[in-house]
């Protein structure tokens, strides 16, 4: 019993405990020599199946504020709830760097048991400060470029009873509202009390019963009047106060983009007001599995009014939206992820759709392939894309600042060839601008066989595009069927993650016009060497055998040689007399015609006799005196 008691006492000082797994120190972030998994470790450690509580985020914030306040973190108390509970917000920016910044606002936690929204927050900062100080281009650029503002849990009264409830329970309830209780109907009970969030701001407030509910016990009562609550009441005024480019409501859960406006009851959303922006995200936004996109109808089947970024992008004509976070796995689509490896992949997933939005709040290039076929033309045409080669790739990306903001300098862009097909390298590089003339561009020093670094004409503005389109020396036609091969590796030299690779597409060649597809293809070249082989070896085999003449034209004349043992002078005799016979055998025949007289049969013995001599006599149809026919020795000696 003794040595059992020991062993459980030595476990216990052994394995650390949940407190010790949270203590982080500046040293964590700061040295080089310091993992990231520790730290990624710590945002799975908290009391409430993995996820913090607000003690616990409390002191996690007041950590950021004591090791980097001083250079790249401000976190400050925005009000205090009915509650008394605090309403966060924290400033991420490098601080050195003093000149004005794009700003985006994450709120999360709107609805109370979406705990996920809070922790993929904490957790994205924690990867941001310790990418800034381990040199990762993705923070350093966020950091020195941009102002990520986060309010991680808007409603900490209500997100207080979840955390209870687990407590108490060991499971999660789900929960919309805060914990208003001077709006408490006794026939709610312990559950149903207090004021959904997403539905107490001022914008179409309570503009009908579809879009919210005027009902206490509902779980999408909007409260007694708009903007009623202190939580939303903080939110407006802080929005008003920082006047950001971007707001993003982050939500929980199943990978959703939520655009306004969610009041209309189309679900096409004609009353959209900036649809080219909304557009940009849906083609761009790295979401983890799938993509569902819309507004609130279109998505939930219901308006719904009173909604936050109807009401900024409306009132205060900030871009906003809704997103609800999801995993690549199913098992992550739930307000509270009780398993921490699954949680940790959800939180690392949906971290890279922070920076995403972070980007996008300032410059953004969107690369985007427009053509990638071959140019089988004549040269006049062929020229004009800087080749004199009638038979080229031709592959044409667009570069278009889909951000918020303009662009500060021209752009490097690098073009990579990652594909081992031979003699496929960058022959010719154009830019075209938009609706504008054709520039050539100058390729940068760092520029390679297999590599282009080159310089955009000017800075990208808002809105602008241009077209790079790259020619390489030898078409490229893959045949319907055939596998994708990546060609092309693109990326914007000094903003992060902007990139694209390029396959060559499936081209039908016998759709491609033009006498050059055909004698194009390689293909059709090595049937034709093996074509020609064949008919090399059947020449010599037939060659070898004698049968030549099998193969010449036909003639008029044929040439036998005679025997050997027979002189010229014999084979003119015969010749001679079996041309005799054959006269007197004909003038016999037409004897027989008139006079209708019996032949002797002398006569027909000897017609005989000078038919089978003539038959084997060799013919020769030609002029003798044209042809030498070579005679024996004996013969020669004789004459």
Same mark, same amino acid.
């Given at each position: 019993m003794?040595?059992?008691?020991?062993?459980?006492?030595?476990?216990?000082?052994t394995?650390?405990?949940?407190?010790e797994?949270?203590?982080?120190?500046?040293?964590?972030?700061?040295?080089?020599?310091k993992?990231?998994?520790?730290?990624?470790?710590?945002?799975?450690?908290?009391?409430?199946?993995?996820y913090?509580?607000?003690k616990?985020?409390?002191?996690?914030?007041?950590?950021?504020?004591?090791s980097?306040?001083?250079?790249?973190?401000?976190?400050?108390?925005?009000?205090?709830t009915?509650?008394?509970?605090?309403?966060?917000?924290?400033?991420?920016t490098?601080?050195?760097?003093?000149?004005?910044?794009?700003?985006v606002?994450?709120t999360?936690?709107?609805?109370?048991?979406?705990g996920?929204?809070?922790?993929v927050?904490?957790?994205?900062?924690?990867?941001?400060?310790?990418?800034f100080?381990?040199?990762?281009?993705?923070?350093?650029?966020?950091?020195?470029?941009?102002?990520?503002?986060?309010?991680?849990?808007?409603?900490?009264?209500?997100?207080?009873?979840v955390?209870?409830?687990?407590?108490?329970?060991?499971?999660?309830?789900?929960?919309?509202?805060?914990?208003?209780?001077?709006?408490?109907?006794?026939?709610?009970?312990?559950?149903?009390?207090?004021?959904?969030?997403?539905?107490?701001?001022?914008?179409?407030?309570?503009?009908?019963?579809?879009g919210?509910?005027?009902l206490?016990?509902?779980?999408r009562?909007?409260?007694?009047?708009?903007?009623?609550?202190?939580?939303?009441?903080?939110?407006?005024?802080?929005?008003?106060?920082?006047?950001?480019?971007?707001?993003?409501?982050?939500?929980?859960y199943?990978?959703?983009?939520?655009?306004?406006?969610?009041?209309?009851?189309?679900?096409?959303n004609?009353?959209?007001?900036?649809?080219?922006?909304?557009?940009?995200?849906?083609?761009?936004?790295?979401?983890?599995k799938?993509?569902?996109?819309?507004?609130?109808?279109?998505?939930?089947?219901?308006?719904?009014n009173?909604?936050?970024?109807?009401?900024?992008?409306?009132?205060?004509?900030?871009?906003?939206l809704?997103?609800?976070i999801?995993?690549?796995?199913?098992?992550?689509?739930?307000?509270?992820?009780?398993?921490?490896?699954n949680?940790?992949?959800?939180?690392?997933?949906?971290?890279?759709v922070?920076?995403?939005f972070?980007?996008?709040?300032?410059?953004?290039?969107?690369?985007?392939?427009?053509?990638?076929?071959?140019?089988?033309?004549?040269?006049?045409?062929?020229?004009?894309?800087?080749?004199?080669?009638?038979?080229?790739?031709?592959?044409?990306?667009?570069?278009?600042?889909?951000?918020?903001?303009?662009?500060?300098?021209?752009?490097?862009?690098?073009?990579?060839?990652?594909?081992?097909?031979g003699?496929?390298?960058?022959?010719?590089y154009?830019?075209?601008?938009?609706?504008?003339?054709?520039?050539?561009?100058?390729?940068?020093?760092?520029?390679?066989?297999?590599?282009?670094?080159?310089?955009?004409p000017?800075?990208?503005?808002?809105?602008d595009?241009?077209?790079?389109?790259?020619?390489?020396?030898?078409?490229?036609?893959?045949?319907?069927?055939?596998?994708?091969?990546?060609?092309l590796?693109?990326?914007v030299?000094?903003?992060?993650?902007?990139?694209?690779?390029?396959?060559?597409?499936?081209?039908?060649?016998?759709?491609?016009?033009?006498?050059?597809?055909?004698?194009?293809?390689?293909?059709?070249?090595?049937?034709?060497a093996?074509?020609?082989?064949?008919?090399?070896?059947?020449?010599?085999?037939l060659?070898?055998?004698?049968?030549?003449?099998?193969?010449?034209?036909d +003639?008029?004349y =044929?040439?036998?040689s005679? $025997?050997?043992?027979? #002189?010229s002078?014999?084979?003119?005799?015969? !010749?001679? %007399? *079996?041309?005799?016979?054959?006269?007197?055998?004909?003038k016999k025949?037409?004897?027989? +015609?008139?006079s =209708?007289?019996p032949?002797? $049969?002398?006569?027909d #013995?000897?017609?005989?006799?000078?038919?089978? !001599?003539? %038959? *084997?006599?060799p013919?020769?149809?030609?002029?003798?005196s044209?042809v030498?026919?070579?005679?024996?020795? =004996?013969?020669?000696?004789s004459?």
């Open positions: 003794s040595c059992v008691v020991a062993c459980l006492v030595l476990l216990v000082l394995v650390p405990t949940l407190g797994k949270r203590n982080l120190t500046k040293s964590d972030f700061v040295e080089a020599s993992e990231w998994d520790p730290i990624r470790k710590f945002h799975s450690s908290g009391s409430a199946l993995g913090f509580t607000l616990e985020a409390e002191e996690y914030i007041q950590f950021l504020k004591d980097f306040s001083s250079e790249i973190v401000e976190a400050r108390v925005l009000g205090i009915i509650n008394k509970k605090n309403l966060y917000a924290i400033h991420l490098n601080k050195k760097i003093s000149s004005k910044k794009p700003k606002v994450f999360g936690m709107m609805m109370a048991s979406a996920t929204s809070m922790m927050m904490y957790y994205t900062i924690s990867q941001l400060i310790y990418g100080y381990h040199e990762d281009e993705t923070a350093k650029y966020l950091l020195d470029n941009r102002e990520l503002i986060f309010l991680p849990c808007v409603n900490p009264d209500g997100y207080q009873f955390t209870d409830w687990i407590e108490r329970k060991g499971y999660v309830t789900p929960r919309y509202k805060n914990l208003n209780d001077a709006q408490l109907s006794t026939e709610c009970g312990e559950y149903g009390h207090g004021v959904s969030l997403l539905h107490n701001f001022g914008f179409n407030w309570g503009l009908d019963d579809q919210s509910s005027p206490h016990c509902d779980t009562y909007r409260g007694m009047t708009p903007e009623s609550e202190i939580e939303t009441q903080l939110i407006t005024n802080f929005m008003k106060e920082q006047k950001p480019s971007l707001y993003v409501n982050v939500d929980a199943s990978n959703l983009l939520i655009f306004p406006n969610s009041y209309d009851k189309d679900p096409e004609k009353l959209q007001p900036i649809p080219e922006f909304y557009q940009s995200i849906i083609e761009e936004v790295p979401l983890p799938g993509k569902r996109f819309g507004n609130h109808v279109a998505i939930m089947g219901t308006p719904a009173g909604d936050p970024a109807d009401h900024f992008l409306n009132v205060e004509k900030i871009p906003s809704t997103w609800q999801g995993g690549s796995n199913l098992a992550t689509w739930k307000y509270i992820v009780d398993n921490e490896e949680l940790l992949t959800l939180l690392q997933e949906n971290a890279k922070l920076h995403y972070g980007q996008k709040t300032g410059e953004y290039i969107h690369l985007r392939k427009e053509v990638n076929d071959s140019c089988l033309r004549p040269y006049e045409e062929c020229r004009l894309y800087g080749t004199t080669s009638s038979t080229v790739t031709l592959i044409r990306v667009a570069l278009i600042n889909s951000g918020l903001a303009d662009g500060l300098e021209p752009r490097l862009i690098q073009v990579v060839l990652t594909s081992t097909l003699m496929n390298l960058i022959h010719g154009i830019i075209e601008k938009k609706d504008g003339p054709i520039i050539d561009a100058t390729p940068e020093p760092e520029s390679s066989g297999d590599k282009l670094v080159f310089r955009a000017s800075t990208f503005k808002k809105g595009q241009i077209s790079l389109s790259l020619l390489l020396t030898r078409p490229v036609l893959v045949y319907p069927g055939d596998e994708d091969i990546n060609l590796h693109f990326k030299l000094g903003i992060p993650s902007i990139t694209l690779d390029v396959q060559v597409a499936s081209i039908d060649a016998s759709k491609i016009e033009g006498p050059t597809s055909v004698l194009n293809n390689p293909l059709i070249w090595v049937i034709v093996l074509i020609a082989i064949a008919l090399g070896l059947i020449g010599l085999c060659f070898r055998r004698g049968r030549v003449k099998s193969l010449l034209p +003639k008029k =044929e040439i036998a005679p $025997s050997s043992d027979e #002189s002078d014999d084979a003119k005799k015969l !010749k001679k %007399k *079996a041309s005799g016979e054959t006269k007197k055998s004909v025949r037409k004897y027989k +015609k008139f =209708e007289e032949k002797s $049969s002398e006569s #013995s000897d017609t005989n006799r000078s038919r089978q !001599k003539a %038959k *084997a006599t013919r020769i149809d030609i002029e003798m044209r030498a026919i070579p005679q024996s020795d =004996e013969a020669s000696e004459n």
